[in-house]
């Protein structure tokens, strides 16, 4: 079985080209987005170039909803070094910025490029990036990070990838679950899991190596851990009751999950290492979705304790446990910004779920979203956007929000329904 | 159940040979008559007991038939797991005939679309412990009754409002 999925994951790995399953459609971008345009990169290699590097860094900058594209068909030069650049033609398209590189393929694979300003007439930016030749979709969302990073002040989160479900209703039998990971565009999807009992709860570990869902595969939810380098898959929790939201601690050591093999739903950690366990929360309430601060030094996790569920904060050295939402009658599923201080939430107003985020400095609340069945709130590493799953007609689909709330765009599913995605760390490829 | 029966007709026809055998020739008429009789009674009974038997299977049978009668599928409000006096009349129904056979259930717990799928799993859980409490303070033994949620994974009507949701907030046996 472990051979057979690792075999499929190889061939994966290795078909170019595979369809997204996500399509990306931008809802709201800034009101005025710098112009940029990406030059079509040389190549200096065997045959064509395996991918349309400039075309995939165009897709990540306009996706940000901070950049206008400039069509090729308007670019009155394709230079691709220093010496081919004449500035006056981008002036004249009205190009604020104009990005130009070549790709060369080695042992490796190799992307330099350089960005220059139209205005100041000069290069204000210039790179390489090296990796192996399957990578060249994934060191070309470097070169959209490094772009971004230096356009914006913000680092960008391109060159990450994503996991979600998705499920393929059936009225006459039983449902089809798929857990798939992706890169952060929805290009080369690749299917982790699949089968007939739901999939639950997805979560990277920090270093991006691995991930933890819940499947119901055994007729009972359990918590599995799955390497995506090896493919090696493990069961870790099979108590009686409810098995669900594993969250890797910050140093990759502890898991903190849901159990209700004591009566009902509490907060453990579970020690990786030892298997030891350890019970946070002892309360007759629903406690769920515990998710770390960035320093590991506390959980949010949701309660009903006070009547209707609320986020709480359990402070692992004083074992203190300190409620810290208080507006509405409900939010849930916290999920913490990298920076420690934004919370992204699933908060209910008039009856309506909408994505929020709560400020931990100034303790304000602002809802993101004007969707209602809004859920599965996940924030990209650079704590600029949230993504998370709404509803579309009888189909859930992704959407994403920037934490300012200025851009907007989906990503439905060619079919099916997709939800909870989770948006992984950096990672090295 | 067929088993005492037989058992009660054996005795009766081992104690009737042995008052056979431990008569004298003397005594073979009154023997005879001693051993009629007591196979007499023990027809009697055996036949009162079949009848008793029958009476019970068809009691069980009635009470089976009410339980499937009112559906395997127990509703309730939203956010709430507590019965409401329908699923309660349900519940009551399968306890009856559950209390008659030695059948062992499954409590498969469910939620609406509408808040957070691991609270929902949560809400879910509750529903289905809600009705095996029910079960358990009611006299069913608390091994044979098992319980599951899927929270809102497996939702009956797909898409939104109270119509689809009312269908989906359930409990159901199996």
Not at chain 1, 149 to 157: C, D, K, N, Q, V
């Amino acid at each position: 079985m472990l051979i057979r999925r690792m075999s499929i994951l190889a061939l994966l790995f290795f078909a170019s080209n595979l369809h997204a399953e996500l399509q990306i459609e931008i809802n709201q971008g800034l009101d005025n987005p710098t112009p940029i345009a990406v030059v079509p990169f040389g190549w200096q290699g065997l045959g064509a170039a395996p991918e349309d590097v400039a075309q995939i860094i165009d897709s990540d900058l306009v996706r940000s909803g901070q950049f206008a594209p400039v069509s090729r068909r308007d670019m009155l030069s394709y230079p691709t070094r220093e010496a081919e650049m004449y500035f006056r033609d981008w002036r004249a398209i009205s190009a604020e910025y104009v990005l130009i590189g070549q790709v060369t393929l080695g042992t490796q694979i190799r992307i330099d490029f350089q960005l220059f300003d139209t205005t100041r007439q000069m290069a204000i930016d210039s790179g390489t990036v090296t990796g192996p030749v399957t990578e060249l979709r994934m060191l070309s969302h470097r070169v959209s990070d490094a772009v971004y990073e230096r356009l914006t002040g913000i680092s960008g989160a391109f060159a990450t990838r994503l996991l979600y479900v998705s499920v393929m209703r059936n009225p006459n039998a039983k449902d089809f679950y798929r857990l798939t990971l992706a890169d952060s565009d929805g290009q080369r999807p690749i299917v982790l899991l699949e089968g007939r009992d739901p999939i639950l709860s997805p979560t990277w570990s920090p270093d991006g190596q691995e991930v933890a869902y819940v499947s119901f595969e055994t007729s009972r939810p359990a918590i599995y851990r799955q390497n995506l380098r090896t493919g090696a898959r493990e069961q870790l929790t099979n108590f009686q009751g409810l098995n669900n939201s594993p969250a890797w601690s910050p140093d990759g050591n502890t898991m903190a999950l849901v159990l209700s093999k004591d009566g009902n739903p509490d907060i453990y950690l579970l020690d990786l290492t030892t298997r030891a366990l350890t019970r946070l929360t002892r309360h007759f309430a629903i406690d769920t979705e515990p998710t770390w601060m960035p320093d590991g030094k506390s959980l949010l996790f949701t309660s009903d304790r006070g009547g209707r569920p609320q986020i709480y904060r359990y402070d692992l050295r004083t074992k203190k446990i300190q409620r810290i939402t208080f507006e509405g009658a409900f939010n849930a599923r916290a999920r913490v910004a990298q920076d420690g201080r934004n919370v992204a939430l699933v908060h209910q107003r008039d009856g309506r779920y909408h994505i929020a985020v709560l400020d931990l400095v100034t303790d304000r609340l602002t809802v993101l979203t004007e969707t209602s069945l809004d859920e599965s709130p996940s924030i990209a590493p650079n704590g600029s956007v949230v993504l998370y799953a709404t509803k579309r007609g009888q189909d859930s689909i992704l959407a994403a929000v920037a934490v300012d709330g200025g851009v907007r765009f989906s990503l439905p599913a060619r079919e099916g329904s997709v939800q909870e995605p989770a948006w992984s760390p950096y990672v090295t490829p | 159940m067929i088993k005492p029966t037989l058992y009660a007709k054996w005795v009766s026809l081992v104690f009737a040979a042995f008052v056979l055998a431990a008569c004298s020739s003397n005594d073979t008429k009154e023997a005879e008559a001693a051993a009629t009789a007591a196979e007499e009674q023990a027809a009697q009974e055996a036949a009162a007991q079949e009848a008793e038997q029958q009476a019970q299977v068809k009691a069980q049978q009635g009470r089976e038939a009410a339980a499937a009668n009112v559906g395997t599928v127990f509703y309730f409000e939203f956010d709430s797991s507590s019965l409401t006096e329908d699923a309660r009349a349900q519940v009551d129904a399968h306890i009856q005939a559950l209390l008659g056979n030695n059948d062992s259930v499954r409590l498969e717990g469910h939620t609406d679309e509408r808040g957070t799928r691991e609270y929902n799993l949560a809400l879910g859980e509750r529903r289905a412990n809600a009705v095996r409490d029910y079960m358990v303070a009611n006299g069913l033994p608390s091994y044979r009754v098992e319980t599951i949620s899927y929270g809102e994974e497996n939702p009956v009507a797909y898409g939104s409002g109270e119509t689809n949701w009312q269908q989906n907030r359930r409990v159901e046996l199996k």
